[in-house]
């Protein structure tokens, strides 16, 4: 019901005394015991209480103070039912309701007393006055402990929202610092080699100027990965990255650590992949290991890797492990994000999910693309 049906409601009764007759509740609290207040007593109270009860959202305390002035001269116990149910609603504070109620079970039962004896007045000083004051504690309390759940659940996917974003943006970060590694290696290389052309005095400067060309094609490929993905300004090491021939040394550690992993290498192409795609597979390799440390420990693992000419498959899949006992490995939740970010970038697709057996597998498929093609 709308604030101008409550407030034109509770101004009709209390012009007309509707709701509490002097027949059934007797004589007011001052003593009118006329069936209908007059005009110009009834009016005015009706225009104020009706006013009151519609800002009684606002002004609950003042509305209760302004229905029991009128119920004291006219018969209001339609806008005293009201306003304590406002009250107990808006503020579902027990001092104030539990004040509110008695001060209101008193005026209201006393006139009421007077005429109809206890019988009458204990029953309706609790119809009036008691139930509306319970009714609106139960729902505005409810409506609090609604609001608090909706509160807590925002705050929690804002919270999951930004540590998803901060996962991706220290992925991308770490992620950038390897390519950053990659293409520096390239142009590394590309330096001697333009040194060692110097040097030859055009003795073999065909073979060294294809090597320089294709250093530098894929060195141009790999930069065109690297932008628009942010990263800290750490020193990169001119090192080179690890690939897949590290595997074996990574798979040994992975063991020495309790992980069963079984490794499978495929190799149709012949050849080793681009660096910024090799140095991928590694990580992904790397990081789906840790997960099954983290998450299934002890876990058979097997390890697959498929590389045809165009097309580098990379496969991890675990049975299911022990249950996690150690507190002290660190589980965010955001291992498959980076999994995800990584192969992304490199221009491949992922996926990842739980096998029948009860365990996890994820899987990449990298697109190699021919040096001529880059």
Not at 2 to 10: D, K, Q, R, S, Y
Request: hydrophobic share 45%.
């Amino acid at each position: 019901m709308t604030n101008t049906a409550v407030a034109l409601v509770v101004a009709v009764f209390t012009a007309t005394g509707g709701f509490g007759t002097n027949d059934f509740f007797g004589p007011s609290l001052a003593g009118l015991d006329d069936r209908f207040p007059p005009l110009w007593l009834g009016v005015p109270f009706a225009v104020g209480v009706g006013l009151l009860t519609w800002w009684r959202r606002r002004l609950p305390v003042i509305l209760l103070a302004g229905s029991l002035l009128a119920n004291a001269l006219v018969s209001a116990h339609m806008a005293v039912v009201v306003a304590l149910y406002t009250l107990a609603e808006r503020t579902t504070a027990w001092p104030k309701v539990t004040v509110g109620t008695l001060a209101s079970a008193v005026l209201v039962g006393i006139p009421i007393w007077r005429f109809a004896g206890a019988d009458g007045a204990i029953p309706i000083s609790i119809a009036v006055c008691v139930a509306p004051a319970l009714l609106g504690m139960y729902v505005g309390t409810r409506r609090e402990l609604v609001e608090r759940i909706r509160e807590r659940a925002q705050r929690i996917e804002r919270e999951q929202q930004h540590r998803v974003a901060q996962a991706r943006s220290d992925e991308r970060a770490q992620i950038a610092r390897d390519m950053h590694d990659v293409v520096t290696h390239r142009v590394s290389l590309m330096v001697l080699q333009a040194t060692a052309l110097q040097v030859s005095k055009s003795e073999d400067a065909v073979t060294i100027g294809k090597h320089i060309g294709a250093t530098g094609r894929e060195a141009l490929a790999e930069l065109r990965s690297l932008v628009g993905v942010l990263r800290n300004d750490d020193d990169a090491p001119l090192t080179p990255q690890p690939g897949l021939a590290d595997l074996d040394a990574l798979i040994e550690e992975s063991r020495r650590i309790g992980i069963p992993v079984t490794l499978d290498v495929t190799n149709q192409a012949g050849e080793r992949p681009p660096l910024l795609v090799d140095h991928t597979a590694y990580r992904f390799v790397q990081e789906a290991l840790t997960n099954v440390h983290k998450h299934a420990p002890g876990a058979r693992t097997r390890v697959r890797i498929q590389q045809t000419p165009h097309l580098l498959r990379l496969y991890v899949s675990n049975g299911p492990g022990r249950p996690v006992t150690d507190a002290a490995l660190p589980v965010g939740g955001h291992g498959l994000l980076g999994l995800a970010e990584r192969v992304r970038l490199v221009g491949g697709e992922f996926t990842a999910g739980p096998t029948p057996d009860g365990g996890f597998e994820v899987i990449a498929d990298v697109p190699i693309s021919r040096e001529e093609e880059r």
